[in-house]
């Protein structure tokens, strides 16, 4: 009997010690796979201009810059919720300076905080609920629609790995609070449900 424990204990240290190896090697794996798609979603987020509305412009020495401060943070809280611009002339919809409120035909709507904040931003998003909101055009994959000037028919079109990218970058970014105003649509509008 004592013979099986003496072989029995460098066997269970053998197998104990390859399974520690085996999963510290796929954890590793893991980890840079993310880090590719994160540097992916980086070149992906920078190209498609993701900043151009969901970083608040600011005032520059040489005119409106983005302020980096507040990185795809959205419509900035302290504004708060905007009215509605009326339509004059030829123009159907306005711009808030910061680039992150837009009136039209639609009501008003705000660029989204894209950072990884648990309460403000994207920190409870799966990567599937970023995935299905593109394709869909449904906040969080299933509720109101994403509305105007949100390009999602055109970025619907992107693979499911590019899309995976932009959400592992999104993840990877610094967190910063900032509470959006929920859309304000005109009572005049009726939201379709899909």
Not at 152 to 164: G, I
């Amino acid at each position: 009997m004592k013979k099986y424990v003496l072989i029995a204990i460098p066997v269970l240290a053998v197998a104990f010690v390859t399974a520690l190896t085996v999963y510290a090697q796929q954890r590793a794996e893991k980890a840079e796979k993310t880090g590719q798609a994160a540097q992916r979603g980086q070149y992906l987020v920078n190209m498609i201009g993701c900043s151009d509305c969901h970083t608040p412009l600011k005032m520059g020495a040489n005119g409106p810059e983005p302020d980096m401060t507040r990185f795809l943070s959205g419509h900035p809280e302290q504004m708060g919720a905007l009215p509605a611009a009326k339509p004059q002339g030829p123009w159907l919809w306005a711009g808030a300076a910061t680039n992150t409120a837009f009136a039209g035909p639609w009501g008003v709507s705000y660029a989204a905080n894209l950072t990884p904040d648990q309460n403000t931003g994207l920190g409870i998003w799966t990567e599937d609920m970023f995935v299905r909101a593109i394709r869909t055009g449904r906040h969080m994959g299933t509720s109101r629609e994403i509305l105007p000037p949100m390009p999602w028919p055109a970025f619907r079109n992107a693979s499911d790995s590019d899309l995976k990218a932009i959400y592992a970058y999104l993840r990877s970014i610094k967190p910063v609070t900032n509470h959006v105003p929920d859309v304000q649509v005109p009572p005049t509008l009726v939201v379709q449900a899909r």
